[in-house]
C-alpha cells in the first residue's frame, strides 16, 4: 500500500494524495493490514466492503474509492509479479446508493430568511 501511494505522487493532486492516505490509514489497514500480500483473499475484501457500509463510517462514494485503491494496488502488485492474481478481481464494485435531494419549500425559505434578516449573511443567504 505504501509503495501504491508513493507511486501515485505523480499521477494525483495533493489532496486527492491526502485523501488516499487517509482511506488507507484509517480504513484499508486497520482490516486488512495485518494480513500478508499473499494471503489476501476476495472474502477479507467483501468483509472490509460490508464492514463500511454497516457501520455507517464512510459514504458510497468513498466505500467506492475504497474499492478503487484496492483494486488499483492489487492490480498493480499483480502486474509486478508480487502475487498470482488479484484477489480484489473476484469482488464487485460496491454500488454508490443516490440519495434524494432534500429541499426547503418557499414557505420554509420565507421563514429563514425572515429569522436571518439582521444577520450579517443575510444577503448572501437572500442571493443564494
Not at 40 to 63: A, D, M
Amino acid at each position: 500500500m505504501e509503495d501504491h501511494l508513493n507511486d501515485k505522487k505523480t499521477s494525483v493532486k495533493e489532496s486527492t494524495l491526502k485523501m488516499y492516505k487517509a482511506l488507507v490509514n484509517n480504513h484499508i489497514l486497520l482490516t486488512l493490514g495485518d494480513l500478508e500480500l499473499g494471503e489476501i483473499k476476495p472474502r477479507h475484501i467483501q468483509n472490509l466492503y460490508n464492514e463500511l457500509f454497516e457501520s455507517g463510517k464512510l459514504s458510497y462514494v468513498n466505500i467506492q474509492k475504497v474499492h478503487s485503491i484496492i483494486n488499483e494496488s492489487l492490480n498493480k502488485a499483480a502486474g509486478h509479479d508480487m502475487i498470482i492474481k488479484s484477489p480484489a478481481l473476484a469482488v464487485k464494485r460496491p454500488k454508490a446508493e443516490k440519495k434524494e435531494m432534500l429541499y426547503w419549500s418557499e414557505e420554509e425559505s420565507h421563514k429563514f430568511l425572515q429569522s436571518a434578516a439582521n444577520d450579517r449573511y443575510y444577503y448572501p443567504f437572500y442571493l443564494h
